[in-house]
């Protein structure tokens, strides 16, 4: 095993501020997060969640230490609004595709996973569904009503806010305001903030999904959910709850309050609450509400590679807003195809070390692989070697700067004092961390054919042996003319690029 190196920091949401990290259990880290709720595609900005989450995961192990990993996946209960109100989405989802909402959630569940496979998202350790813990919930349910915590209406089961201490702390740093609070919309509720721990279907209403429960038949509220999963296959207190920050004013709050009912304790369930931010897309398409957003395919119809999109996220900090556009995932794809190039070049010379194959055997394994994988690869580096591997931990230590990381990266790669395999051996390490796929991606699968291509690969070669021509000529005007002329066909030439042309990605309408 490697040596543990720097102390790992991480921003904890409740106490708004850097903590360090020291597992409850040193044998396991156990880790939560919000999953999706499978009524759409996953926009990009949901996906910066997952980016967000493995870079995680993938510190921890690293670092030594095996991670219990849940994600939930959302089939019931969250509604059109955060704030307790509005319809389910996925009975609204049924209705607006005609299918039943079993086999909408089986659709979208399904190419969630596919979305997060071309991320190089590693897997969870266990995926858990809402519907499948339906008789957990109720009788969830049933102990914080009799804690006390909850009070009937002809809509179902809620929960007074005001039962429980400190409600919404974790919302806003202490003093920063008055309770949390939201428009009080349904008739007969103690406070703003109570919301639906049981919905009772209205009468005459005949839901896809709904249960019969003490309250009546009707479905889970969405909050609900986390809790009992979480708690369920991790225990009343565990290490980490991630989610978006949207989470953390509403969701999170609600859930929080749920376990403190359930406990008997001021224990909030997790012991750091960690919040990825915004992703910002300044042309409106981030909004599944608006019918036209920007998914993961939609990129990759563009001609974008999935992984240009982690490498664009790695990029900023997971607590700043990272803005989204046409200019920055373009930079992103061509900073990839620069590092994928300079990598091959490296395995190239290194040939087949050992340490690369018992690398690639362990590769698909879980728990503390990652650690067993760096100790493989990191074994025989030279004293400046380690020294540049030991700033890349100090980075990832100080709560999870990737962004610091990076460059460290692209310095290996061009370290000429060292050889190709003890570079290729720092990129191994490193890539372990940023999930990039560099030693093993195909250079040639970086260039991806946009939809919206009219020229067959036929013609581009004739346009760029054309070009190659004219260049010996010294008929620059002539080579200009061809490059321009490719490029409005969304194919940018990189001359000297050894592939010699590839699609440049197109995002504008």
Request: glycine share 8%; proline share 4%.
């Amino acid at each position: 095993m490697p040596s543990p190196g720097a102390p790992l920091q991480l921003f904890d949401s409740m106490a708004r501020a850097a903590r360090d990290f020291v597992p409850l259990d040193p044998e396991m880290v156990r880790i939560y997060s919000c999953g999706p709720t499978v009524y759409h595609f996953a926009h990009l900005g949901n996906l910066r969640a997952y980016i967000f989450t493995d870079s995680l995961r993938r510190i921890l192990n690293w670092k030594g230490w095996p991670v219990n990993h849940v994600i939930n996946i959302t089939d019931v209960g969250h509604l059109t609004s955060d704030a307790d109100e509005g319809d389910d989405k996925m009975e609204a989802a049924a209705r607006r595709t005609g299918r039943t909402i079993w086999d909408v959630a089986a659709f979208y569940t399904d190419a969630f996973k596919r979305d997060l496979a071309q991320l190089n998202i590693l897997h969870p350790t266990l995926w858990s569904v809402a519907t499948d813990h339906i008789q957990d919930m109720i009788a969830f349910a049933r102990r914080i009503e009799a804690s006390g915590a909850t009070y009937e209406l002809d809509g179902g089961l809620y929960f007074d806010t005001s039962k429980v201490p400190g409600y919404g702390r974790l919302a806003r740093a202490a003093g920063e305001g008055p309770e949390v609070g939201r428009i009080d919309t349904v008739e007969g509720k103690r406070h703003a903030a109570d919301f639906a721990v049981w919905r009772r279907s209205a009468p005459g209403e005949r839901r896809q999904m709904e249960w019969q429960s003490p309250w009546g038949a009707g479905a889970p509220g969405w909050h609900l959910e986390c809790s009992v999963m979480s708690i369920k296959y991790l225990g009343t207190q565990f290490d980490i709850h991630t989610g978006g920050i949207d989470h953390r004013e509403i969701h999170h709050c609600n859930e929080i309050a749920q376990n403190q009912a359930f406990t008997g304790s001021e224990r909030s369930g997790a012991n750091f609450w960690m919040h990825n931010n915004f992703l910002i897309d300044r042309t409106g398409k981030m909004s599944k509400s608006k019918g036209d957003f920007a998914t993961l395919q939609s990129l990759v119809d563009r001609g974008v590679h999935p992984l240009a999109y982690r490498l664009l996220c790695l990029s900023a900090h997971y607590r700043n807003e990272l803005e989204f556009s046409a200019d920055s995932i373009a930079a992103a794809l061509t900073r990839l195809k620069r590092l994928v190039i300079a990598v091959a070049q490296l395995r190239e010379k290194a040939g087949d070390p050992a340490w690369l194959r018992v690398a690639h055997e362990a590769k698909d394994t879980r728990g503390a692989s990652l650690a067993y994988q760096r100790a493989a690869i990191e074994e025989g580096l030279s004293d400046q070697g380690q020294k540049l591997l030991a700033e890349f931990d100090a980075a990832i230590s100080s709560d999870l700067n990737l962004p610091a990381a990076l460059p460290l990266l692209e310095t290996a790669i061009g370290l000429k004092k060292l050889g190709a395999e003890e570079r290729l051996r720092l990129v191994a390490a490193m890539d372990l961390v940023l999930g990039l796929d560099l030693i093993d991606v195909d250079r040639r699968a970086l260039s991806l054919r946009p939809q919206s291509a009219s020229m067959t690969d036929e013609d581009v070669e004739a346009q760029l042996e054309e070009r190659k021509a004219a260049r010996a000529a010294k008929d620059f005007a002539a080579s200009d003319a061809i490059r321009d002329r490719l490029l409005a066909q969304g194919i940018e030439i990189m001359d000297g690029d050894p592939l010699r042309w590839e699609w440049r990605p197109l995002l504008v309408d």
